[in-house]
């Protein structure tokens, strides 16, 4: 585990954009990389945010982008993109009522060190000096995270579900809470029909079938417990679901070829009848995923105007400017 700005905020390496530099402004000081409604974006935290890109990179023993790739200009188009939006967000919170707190910050870092370092604050300084980030740093991006996760709670509040919406996903997607007919069954699993029938012979004159299958089926995926599956009714093939589903229980099949080979097969419990879960019983958890996917396209929604409401007050600096068809892959990630 390391303590990383990509870990503590969305990812900043994504899929490739199309390259580009674009133009810039000389209302830019020259220690920023963008201004955003009159406030700066830094350059040093752009230096910072592509520093620690530049040591995930060396952590998962990847060569780094070359200065002038398609791939440095892609991270680097999104890291500015990255803290432009952050700033932005943290415009939108004061619009939004939305105050962190010293306290809040406070609480989640212990929570961090709590879950990946067991308390220990010693392991959380070496990390932090692993990766070349500062204290001050990882609070700075708490501090965003949280202020991120305010506007979702905020942006989404009033997203509700109904009734009607959840009969009809159930509906729509009855099979995904329908269980088919299924069965305890075992087989062996042989090459030739020669092999299948001696097999059989042997099974007839008293042989033990799990120690059979240990012995010769190749199907690995039973052959260590004698051979022994749960099947699904249609979820095998052909021959072998029909022959599965027909038999008695504890009566052996001669063979049965498939595409597979020669099986011996011989049930072992009478078959579970097909089930339906009653749409009581999933009823909240559906209403939880549709409500959480109702916020995500509010926030994306909400993300999107932002975007064109900032169109025109931000500025960026020579050689910063996004290209005009960028996608950032920046997104709100909720807790939700």
């Known amino acids: 585990m390391t303590i990383s700005r990509l870990l503590l905020l969305p990812a900043l ?5 199309a390259a580009g530099c ?3 402004s000389d209302k830019v000081p020259d220690d920023a990389v963008a201004v955003v409604d ?4 830094a350059k040093s935290d752009f230096n910072a945010l592509v520093d620690q890109a530049r040591k995930s990179y060396k952590t998962q023993k990847r060569e780094f982008p070359k200065a002038g790739s398609q791939e440095y200009q892609t991270l680097k188009n999104q890291a500015v993109q990255f803290l432009v939006q952050r700033v932005e967000f943290e415009q939108q919170a ?52 949280i202020v991120s996760e305010e506007i979702f709670n905020k942006v989404t509040k009033d997203v509700k579900v109904d009734d009607k919406a959840i009969s009809d996903y159930y509906a729509k997607n009855k099979a995904q809470y329908s269980q088919p007919e299924s069965r305890e069954v075992r087989h062996i699993l042989v090459k030739t029909r020669a092999q299948a ?7 007839k004159g008293g042989a033990d079938f799990s120690e059979l299958a240990k012995k010769f089926s190749q199907d690995t995926g039973s052959k260590a417990n004698g051979g022994k599956l749960t099947i699904s009714k249609g979820q095998t093939v052909a021959p072998f679901d029909q022959t ?10 001669g063979p049965v070829k498939t595409e597979f080979g020669y099986h011996i097969i011989q049930p ?19 209403r939880q995923q ?7 396209e509010a926030m994306t929604k909400w993300v999107d105007d932002l975007k064109k409401e900032y169109d025109d007050q931000i500025s960026y600096a020579v050689g910063f400017t996004p290209p005009p068809a960028a996608t950032t892959g920046a997104t709100t990630d909720s807790e939700g």
């Open 244 to 253: 599965a589903f027909l038999l008695k229980n504890d009566v052996t099949s």
């Open 268 to 286: 072992l419990s009478d078959a579970k009848p097909a089930k339906v879960t009653p749409l009581k019983e999933v009823k909240e958890s559906i």
């Open 22 to 24: 674009g133009g810039g």
């Open 38 to 41: 009159g406030q700066t974006v």
């Open 197 to 203: 029938v001696d097999l059989v012979a042997q099974l």
């Open 290 to 296: 549709l409500q959480q996917t109702k916020k995500n």
């Open 13 to 17: 390496v994504v899929a490739l954009v």
């Open 94 to 145: 004061k619009d939004l009522d939305i105050e962190v707190t010293e306290k809040q910050v406070d609480a989640r870092l212990e929570q961090i060190k709590k879950q990946y370092f067991g308390g220990d604050a010693k392991k959380y300084e070496k990390q932090l000096a692993d990766q070349g980030l500062s204290d001050v740093q990882v609070r700075a991006d708490i501090r965003a995270q």
